[in-house]
Every structure is written in structure tokens, then in C-alpha cells.
Nanobody
Framework: QVQLAESGGGLVQAGGSLRLSCAASGRPFSRNAMAWYRQAPGKQRELVAAITSGGSTNYADSVKGRFFISRDNAKNTVYLQMNSLKPEDTAVYVC?????????WGKGTLVTVSS
């Protein structure tokens, strides 16, 4: 059974940093794209950052230059380094992994940025 387990969320002041981790189990994802989404209260889920199997990355305009996605295929883990955090980054951050004709989702980790 595939599971994605996020960790690293918490409360941080504006301007601070956090590093999120998403550990996948049940199957390897080294040949698959992985991504981070977020959902703020009252808003739709949005793509934050994505990384292909080859390491190419894509970011939402709102986080470019502040957030950085990376992966460690040996650990079957994807990371999201978040710097210069803003109150508007407050959301539940959810890990996503591409499968065969399907996508897998974690349960999410809450990031709260205080002003």
C-alpha cells in the first residue's frame, strides 16, 4: 500500500524558514514526478512546486525565489525548503506523487506563519 507521510510543518514567524519532508513508502517513485500542493482556509488547493524524475522543477509564481523543491531518490523522499515565509503562506501543505494512471496524496502538514 502506497503511503506519503509529510512532516516538518509548524508555527513560524514571518521571514522565517521551514523544511518540509514527504517520505513515500509502498513503491519507489524515482521515475515519477512529485509535487507539493497547499490549501489555505476557504481557498482551493494550489500547486506550489513540482519536480520531475530528472530533477526539473516548476514553481508557483507566488513562491519563486523563496521555496525550493528537491528529492532524494535513495530515500524515496521529496523536500520543500521554504524561506522568507509570509503570512499568506499559511496553509496545509500536501505531498503528491504520480503513479500509473493515478496520483497519490498525503494527509498534509500545517504551516502557520505569524505576522
Amino acid at each position: 500500500q502506497v503511503q506519503l507521510a509529510e512532516s516538518g510543518g509548524g508555527l513560524v514567524q514571518a521571514g522565517g524558514s521551514l523544511r518540509l519532508s514527504c517520505a513515500a513508502s509502498g513503491r519507489p517513485f524515482s521515475r515519477n514526478a512529485m509535487a507539493w500542493y497547499r490549501q489555505a482556509p476557504g481557498k482551493q488547493r494550489e500547486l506550489v512546486a513540482a519536480i520531475t524524475s530528472g530533477g526539473s522543477t516548476n514553481y508557483a509564481d507566488s513562491v519563486k525565489g523563496r521555496f525550493f523543491i528537491s528529492r532524494d531518490n535513495a530515500k524515496n523522499t521529496v523536500y520543500l525548503q521554504m524561506n522568507s515565509l509570509k503570512p499568506e503562506d499559511t496553509a496545509v501543505y500536501v505531498c503528491n506523487a504520480e503513479g500509473v494512471s493515478t496520483y497519490y496524496w498525503g494527509k498534509g502538514t500545517l504551516v502557520t506563519v505569524s505576522s
